[in-house]
């Protein structure tokens, strides 16, 4: 071997051994793959608020208390006793609450109430038919019309709808509203208590019975017995908060930094505002990009199985996939949508990618805390007309808040609810 060949060999053990103690030196960091889930878990719900209106007898009255927005409808529907199926109410589709200029209703509203039929139980004379609720044998007595919900038309003579029945609505500010209903059919030529009924908040909706079409059980019980059960019922199945939450925005980042909000602090304006006011995530997304501390980022936008992006509806998912490793931290928001500015994340610092030097996987929805981000004054959830569904977005009441976890008087589904998050790592 020339002293030439030694001297190589001898430089590439030793590039050898001093690679080789260097590895020893800073062992290799774990690193993973990481797909996180984020569904929307809230229950389906077709109606914002529903009840029960009262046996009223002549000169009794009722108050009802309920919250809407624009574009939502009043519905009720109480029997007429002295009949075989009539009840009163407003059209199929309710009545507007707000008028088209976005103005509250109020005040009288009696002449948008009708006598309607039920279409189920064949008429008799008012106040005397012997198969009528005072006098039947026996709820659903009578005989059998096989016909449709429509306004009455029998050819027997019935007193004013307006001297039976006022129907008077306030607004208490916000979306709040009162309705009181009055039974004034006692100076009538007939006069009838009205029986136990319901009442629903709805969007573009016949939420209790259809003109035209036959009626469901819910409503021939209620308009030939006053017997509400089965509709309050099914009311109050299909009746509660629900929304979709709206285009969000992940952080793989650094122990030490809090990418998206501090739990206590202002907004930082970093873009928080327009994903947690409109739903809008690209300018927190940008700020994010190259921000001290951040090794990854991006928007989550498109439901899983979509096309394009959008909303995540109930029983819908977001997904996204990054490489991270040992010491990261992950950040998401995404907003509420039926809120004025309310989003779900994680704590100020997110949560841990690894345990122990192995990457998380599983449930990690307890980790979720539903937020708000303080920009916005809180209107009801699913009503508050500066909510992004009735055009609302960035144009609410300026809170001059905190970022803190929402603690507003109202209430909201519970987080593990209404979101889920799974992390998977590969
Ligand atoms: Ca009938
Ligand atoms: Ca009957
Ligand atoms: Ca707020």
């Excluded at 009722?62 to 919250?67: E, Y």
């Excluded at 106040?127 to 009528?132: H, K």
């Excluded at 939450?245 to 873009?271: C, E, L, R, W």
């Excluded at 997110?350 to 990457?359: D, E, R, V």
């Amino acid at each position: 071997m020339t002293t030439l060949k030694k001297t190589v060999l001898f430089s590439m053990l030793l590039l050898a051994f001093a690679s080789c103690k260097d590895d020893e030196v800073t062992p290799q960091k774990a690193m993973a793959t990481f797909t996180v889930n984020v569904e929307n878990v809230l229950a389906p719900a077709s109606y914002l608020a529903s009840g029960t209106t009262n046996f009223l007898a002549p000169g009794e009255s009722q108050t009802i208390t309920f919250n809407a927005g624009k574009g939502q409808f009043l519905s009720f529907a109480t029997m007429y006793v002295q009949s075989n199926d009539l009840f009163f109410g407003f059209d199929d589709s309710g009545l507007q609450l707000y008028d088209d200029m976005g103005a509250a209703v109020t005040g009288d509203v009696t002449a948008q109430v009708k006598l309607w039929d039920a279409g189920t139980e064949v008429n008799e004379e008012p106040g005397v038919g012997p198969n009528q609720a005072p006098r039947q044998a026996g709820p659903n007595t009578g005989m059998t019309e096989n016909g449709v919900v429509q306004l009455v038309n029998d050819g027997f003579t019935y007193p004013a709808v307006a001297s039976l029945i006022k129907l008077t609505l306030a607004h208490d500010g916000g979306t709040m509203f009162t309705l009181t209903l009055d039974n004034i059919s006692g100076s009538s030529s007939i006069p009838s208590p009205l029986a136990p009924g319901n009442w629903v908040v709805a969007g573009m909706d016949t939420p209790l019975f259809t003109e035209g079409q036959a009626a469901s059980a819910g409503l021939e019980g209620i308009a030939e017995d006053g017997d509400n059960s089965k509709m309050t019922t099914r009311l109050t199945d299909a009746t509660g908060f629900v929304s979709p939450f709206a285009p969000g925005v992940y952080a793989v980042h650094s122990m030490d930094v809090n990418p998206i909000f501090t739990n206590g602090a202002g907004d930082k304006g970093q873009g928080l505002e327009s994903l947690a006011e409109g739903g809008d995530p690209s300018a927190l997304n940008t700020s994010l990009t190259g921000a001290m501390g951040i090794s990854t980022n991006g928007v989550f936008n498109t439901p899983v199985g979509a096309s394009a992006p959008g909303p995540l509806m109930p029983g819908n998912s977001y997904s996204f996939t990054f490489d991270a490793e040992d010491g990261d931290y992950l950040s998401i928001a995404t907003m509420l949508v039926h809120t004025n500015d309310l989003f779900y994340a994680f704590g100020e610092n997110g949560i841990a990618l690894f345990q122990n030097g192995s990457p998380v996987t599983g449930d990690v929805t307890g980790n979720v805390q539903l937020w708000d981000a303080g920009t916005e004054v809180n209107e009801y959830p699913g009503a508050g007309n500066n909510q992004p569904a009735r055009g609302g977005g960035t144009t609410g009441t300026d809170e001059n808040g905190n970022v803190m976890p929402v603690n507003d008087g109202f209430t909201y589904p519970p987080v593990n609810q209404a979101i889920k998050v799974t992390i998977t790592a590969m």
